[in-house]
């Protein structure tokens, strides 16, 4: 079992930025590939950027290449979202999932564990 925290949402001004954490505990950190997704009021939920159990490979989602950065301390059992370059259409409330393996992915049906969310809102 992994229980997931995220925080460090808020309210920030276009071009601003923000970095959002997830703290795990639970079973082993180091053993999961992690992701953020997020979901608008009245959207579904969407990918927005996975990296894998050692912070090596990751990927994103289009919207958001080039602004936001994942990253992992396996150590301190936490995720990272770096969020620059802030847009309102990034507006959101944004989840961290963990999978049960090693290796990364966009879906969110791959991923076994979920925080509770934190929001983002980017006024236009």
């Known amino acids: 079992q992994v229980q997931l925290v995220e925080s460090g949402g808020g309210w920030v001004q276009a071009g601003g930025s923000l970095r959002l954490s997830c703290a795990a505990s639970?079973?082993?950190?180091?053993?999961?590939?992690m992701g953020w997704f997020r979901q608008a009021p009245g959207k579904e939920r969407e990918f927005v950027a996975t990296?894998?159990?050692?912070?090596?490979?990751?990927d994103y989602a289009d919207s958001v290449k080039g602004r936001f950065t994942i990253s992992r301390d396996n150590a301190a059992n936490t995720l990272y979202l770096q969020m620059n370059s802030l847009r309102p259409e990034d507006t959101a409330v944004y989840y961290c999932?963990?999978?049960?393996?090693?290796?990364?992915?966009?879906?969110?049906?791959?991923?076994?564990?979920w925080g509770q969310g934190t929001q983002v809102t980017v006024p236009s």
């Open positions: 999932a963990a999978r049960t393996t090693i290796s990364s992915s966009r879906y969110s049906g791959e991923y076994h564990y």
């Open positions: 990296v894998n159990w050692s912070g090596y490979t990751t």
């Open positions: 639970g079973r082993s950190f180091g053993g999961n590939a």
